[in-house]
Nanobody
Framework: QVQLVESGGGLVQAGGSLRLSCAAS????????MGWFRQAPGKEREFVAA????????YYADSVKGRFTISRDNAENTVYLQMNSLKPEDTAVYYC????????????????WGQGTQVTVSS
């Protein structure tokens, strides 16, 4: 079955960096768009970034542009999220997910989800 396993979360001070990883198995990784979402307490899950399978186009939420970088390694079946200049408002559980169709900005388009990894940014 499809499994997505995130890692790399933790506690960091504002201005610091973290690199999240998401290892995928049970699917042909290179044929799936990979996305990152996050959910803070009391808030809805929101889109962070995505990398398409077809042409590796990359998309970011406005709130993370210039600070976060998504990348994928199809040979390793892994997608990464490099997060720099972190802010307290980046604190959330971060999830990776896969989709092949639909709007990549919409969580309902995604078929498979990881369990999430906590990112906490202290001020």
């Amino acid at each position: 079955q499809v499994q997505l396993v995130e890692s790399g979360g933790g506690l960091v001070q504002a201005g610091g960096s973290l690199r999240l990883s998401c290892a995928a198995s049970g699917l042909i990784f290179s044929t799936y768009t990979m996305g990152w979402f996050r959910q803070a307490p009391g808030k809805e899950r929101e889109f962070v970034a995505a990398c398409t399978w077809s042409d590796s186009s990359i998309y970011y939420a406005d709130s993370v542009k210039g600070r976060f970088t998504i990348s994928r390694d199809n040979a390793e079946n892994t997608v990464y999220l490099q997060m720099n200049s972190l802010k307290p408002e980046d604190t959330a559980v971060y999830y990776c997910a896969t989709t092949r169709y639909g709007s990549l900005y919409n969580s309902f388009s995604y078929d498979y989800w990881g369990q999430g990894t906590q990112v906490t940014v202290s001020s």
